[in-house]
């Protein structure tokens, strides 16, 4: 008969990003714990508050199934001697597996007889597998722990209780010293204790005692109460999913009210309100009916409706001062000078082995330009990059960003207006900064995607220099990031760039001009090898056989549209009724090039038989057209197989004359120079 379990983690507030991650990370423990116990289930789900980590387990067997497994071992004449007495081999054999000699059987298998042994266990029951669930809890990893007490162990916050139930039975056991039982904790504002007769009345007792622990129901709630207060005054509502999942998991009883502030202090910047209310406060933005921003807010309260009105002069008191000191430093700010500013920063550093942010600019501007004329900018866009590169941080020793780090490159675009700067180079000032996450939004203007992209490129080339590379998930300076925003930028744009090419290019120019620079670009290879790194991971998307990101990444190959391109067709074709014999000829070729120790200009003299003047003839003309798209190469490298497959039937490469020998080989390298600038073949797997 199916049961149901309940196991709820009690602890002090979580942080609210960790929340749904170690969630879902029960959840998945859960699984993982039960099956490989044999323990049948129907579904695991995750429940949560900032309070309590919990899952509920659906239809879990009663018992574990029962196995039967048979082992085969040595053969009889090593089993046993010629007495029939039982050998050593014999004997450790069974004993590896708890049985006895007794229990051995000989079955013959072509013509020999083996000893077989059967093992039989009885599952036992799920209330004596699930009192081992401790190990499930003291599993979890968090991005930080904390240690409390005397107590030797970590955990994100102390644990103050641990429910767990098998439908109406206690499982009994400890786990970070905290003992099992069926009560667990209400609200902070609630009275009371929730006591659980069994996992069916977990969420309605807790809802008794103002706890939603469903935390889809929750989400809902706030939802539904948000989208009732709009419509009550008529504001328009655009919510922001991020904030919406922090806000969620800030709360065990969501209650949604509504704030308002002074209308003068619409005459600042939309982006510091909207900072002040959604950065600082967790507070949601409302707009009018023309979605202008209107002076209110719609926050959400961790509890009931009692006290409410409090509750908004408290968060009205409070947003009020932060508004204060942006109407303050916005006033400020508007006095400065941006070549003032600029002079500023000669003097804050970038990085201690790295140089000034002065000199961290001059870089980008150098990079900046090289990058210009690849991607062909006209004169005027020229002009702007190169104003914007001289002064693009300037904002960074403003009051304002001083005050909200937040607004860096947005408060530039702002002050750059207001100082006469051209429409170009404030947005690009703003642009450059993105994309600030992985998916997030990419520059539109080619000014401030070039200027991103130099301001990012000379970060990984400079903190790589002074040895300062991200190694496993330990990346400090972001660097993986902003690596990852230059190829969304280039691929966004459709740049076809040569990044080996561009890289030898900024080398050359920042090391030639060491004294302007300040630095020498080193490790070029490892950089390079970086971004390729970061190439593998966007695809790795879109394309989900290893073997294919490995071999179009792995290629003699540096443009990143190109290694786009040869990922998609390799995963076009693979599953081609042709697609493993083309594969293994070329990889027959590539593997044998390895071999050729001089490049030779193929002598045809020197060919003895018709296939290789055939494939010579092909690997020409191969040559004279392999300036197409990467489908039409794969389609020309492919009508080379059956050429392939002729020639190395009929032609010994490796032969013992030296000059027919190198020929041969320069032949062929000749070809697999061609092939691996489309991919590395050799790392696909067609068996």
Request: glycine fraction near 4%.
């Amino acid at each position: 008969m199916a049961k149901d379990l309940l196991l709820e983690i009690g602890l002090e507030e979580m942080p609210a990003h960790v929340v749904t991650p170690s969630m879902n990370q029960l959840v998945q423990k859960t699984q993982k714990f039960l099956k490989e116990n044999r323990l049948d289930f129907e579904r695991v789900e995750g429940l949560s508050t900032p309070r309590r980590l919990a899952v509920k387990v659906y239809g879990l067997a009663e018992k574990q199934a029962d196995t039967k497994e048979e082992f085969k071992g040595p053969a009889k004449k090593i089993a046993m001697d010629e007495a029939g007495n039982w050998s050593k081999a014999a004997i450790g054999f069974v004993k590896g597996k708890g049985l006895d000699v007794s229990d051995i059987t000989f079955k013959e298998i072509k013509g020999v007889e083996y000893v077989h042994v059967t093992k039989a266990e009885q599952g036992k029951l799920a209330s004596e597998i699930l009192v081992h669930l401790n190990s499930v809890i003291e599993s979890l990893t968090f991005p930080v722990s904390m240690r409390w007490a005397d107590f030797d162990y970590d955990y994100i916050r102390p644990v103050h209780w641990i429910v767990a139930l098998l439908d109406e039975e206690i499982i009994p056991f400890t786990a970070l010293n905290v003992a099992t039982g069926r009560t667990s904790r209400p609200h902070r504002l609630a009275k009371g204790t929730p006591t659980f007769t069994s996992p069916k009345n977990y969420e309605e007792e807790l809802k008794a005692y103002q706890v939603i622990v469903n935390p889809d129901a929750r989400k809902k709630m706030i939802v539904e109460q948000m989208k009732t207060l709009a419509s009550e005054h008529s504001w328009h509502l655009e919510i922001d999913e991020k904030l919406l999942e922090e806000v969620n998991n800030l709360v065990e009883f969501p209650t949604v009210f509504a704030g308002k502030y002074d209308e003068k202090y619409l005459e600042l910047p939309s982006e510091v309100l909207v900072t002040s209310m959604k950065e600082h406060q967790r507070f949601f933005e409302v707009y009018d009916e023309n979605k202008q921003l209107s002076p209110h807010f719609i926050s959400v309260r961790n509890g009931g409706v009692e006290f409410i009105e409090n509750v908004i002069a408290g968060n009205e008191k409070v947003l009020v001062a932060r508004l204060e000191d942006g109407e303050f430093f916005w006033n400020e700010d508007k006095h400065l000078k941006i070549n003032d500013l600029v002079e500023k920063l000669s003097k804050v550093t970038f990085h201690e082995k790295i140089g000034t942010l002065t000199q961290h600019m001059k870089r980008t501007g150098a990079i900046a330009q090289i990058l210009a004329d690849l991607v062909g900018l006209t004169g005027t866009q020229k002009e702007d990059l190169k104003r914007a590169a001289s002064i693009y941080k300037f904002d960074l020793v403003t009051n304002m960003v001083g005050e909200f780090p937040e607004l860096q490159g947005v408060m530039g675009e702002k002050y750059a207006l207001l100082q006469g700067e051209t429409i170009s180079v404030a947005q690009a000032i703003r642009e450059h900064y993105l994309p600030i996450s992985a998916e997030g939004e990419l520059p539109v203007s080619k000014v401030g995607a070039v200027l991103a992209i130099a301001d990012k490129l000379d970060s990984l080339y400079s903190f790589f220099s002074v040895d300062l590379i991200p190694s496993g998930s330990n990346d400090p300076y972001a660097l993986r990031r902003f690596v990852q925003g230059v190829i969304r930028i280039m691929e966004a744009f459709g740049w076809d760039i040569d990044f080996a090419l561009l890289q030898e290019q900024i080398y050359t120019h920042i090391n030639e001009n060491i004294d302007e620079y300040s630095i020498t670009f080193s490790h070029d290879r490892q950089a390079l090898e970086f971004v390729k790194a970061r190439i593998r991971q966007l695809l790795s998307s879109k394309i989900k056989r290893h073997d294919i990101l490995d071999a179009a990444v792995k290629a003699n190959q540096s443009r990143i549209t190109e290694i786009f391109a040869a990922a998609q067709v390799l995963d076009t074709h693979a599953n081609d009724e042709t697609f493993r014999d083309i594969i293994e000829s070329l990889t027959r070729v590539v593997n044998l090039a390895k071999k050729a120790t001089v490049a030779l200009d193929v002598n045809t003299t020197l060919f003895e038989n018709e296939h290789e003047e055939k494939l010579h003839e092909k690997i020409v003309e191969l040559a004279q057209n392999y300036d197409v798209s990467a489908s039409e190469r794969f389609e020309l490298l492919s009508s080379l197989a059956p050429l392939i497959v002729n020639y190395f039937d009929n032609t010994m490469v490796m032969t013992d004359d030296e000059k027919v020998k190198n020929n041969r080989l320069s032949e062929l390298k000749r070809l697999a120079t061609m092939i691996t600038s489309f991919a590395a073949v050799d790392e696909l797997i067609v068996k």
